[in-house]
Nanobody
């Protein structure tokens, strides 16, 4: 299993970023996928999830209405569109299946600061 996240960066409050995660080593289209994040000094938390066909999604209350998860099964890729970012969204963001595989990618750092 390989999970490669990208798209993070430094953004001002209110800004947006589109995160991408390309996966390999398993049949992507058969797995529910999720984005997770881990802020400094905190446990990793589940942010958003999507069903195999992309018709079902679920979000943590803290990001509902601001983040959108999507997937492209032809490209083995899951996305997270993050809008109206807040300093509390600062974290390393990871993708993984739901439930998660034991293996994790390196994540992508999102820093929201003025």
């Amino acid at each position: 299993v390989q999970l490669v996240e990208s798209g993070g960066g430094l953004v001002q409050p209110g800004g947006s970023l589109r995160l991408s995660c390309v996966v390999s080593g398993f049949t992507f289209s058969r797995y529910q996928m999720s984005w997770y994040r881990q802020a400094p000094g905190k446990e990793r938390e589940l942010v958003a999830s999507i069903g195999t066909a992309g018709t079902w999604t679920n979000y943590a209350d803290s990001v509902k209405g601001r983040f959108t998860i999507s997937r492209d099964n032809a490209k083995n890729t899951v996305y997270l569109q993050t809008n109206s970012l807040k300093p509390d969204d600062t974290a390393v963001y990871y993708c993984n299946s739901l439930p998660a595989f034991d293996s994790w990618g390196q994540g992508t750092q999102v820093t929201v600061s003025s």
